[in-house]
């Protein structure tokens, strides 16, 4: 069973950085789009970033200029840095995977980690 484990949140004041990481781990033959959403109280899960295998990347309009993703293929991992942070960043940050388990199975799996908190103070 494949399992998605992030790491890296925590607590900083404004324009402060912090860097998240998520590692897949389990059987996997191949991940293609991996990403990363957040969810602040009494708000819906929205998406942050997202990285295709090849390297492409997508941005909330939120956080273009402030936020990074990167991916290492050999790690089977995602990461997130987070610069410039601001109070409005707080949220539950939660990555995800498309996973492809088998060469003999052709589907992907849409896996979610637990979160990671992340809490920005003025």
């Known amino acids: 069973q494949v399992q998605l484990v992030e790491s890296g949140g925590g607590s900083v004041q404004a324009v402060g950085s912090l860097r998240l990481s998520c590692g897949a781990s389990g059987i996997i033959f191949r991940i293609n789009d991996m990403g990363w959403y957040r969810q602040a109280p009494g708000r819906q899960r929205e998406l942050v970033a997202v990285?295709?295998?090849?390297?492409?990347?997508n941005y909330a309009d939120s956080v273009k200029g402030r936020f990074t993703i990167a991916r290492d293929n050999a790690k089977n991992t995602v990461y997130l840095q987070m610069n410039s942070l601001k109070p409005e960043d707080t949220a539950l940050y939660y990555c995800?995977?498309?996973?492809?388990?088998?060469?003999?199975?052709?589907?992907?799996?849409?896996?979610w980690g637990q979160g990671t908190q992340v809490t920005v103070s003025s």
């Open positions: 990285i295709t295998s090849g390297g492409s990347t």
């Open positions: 995800n995977a498309y996973i492809r388990e088998s060469e003999f199975r052709l589907s992907y799996t849409d896996c």
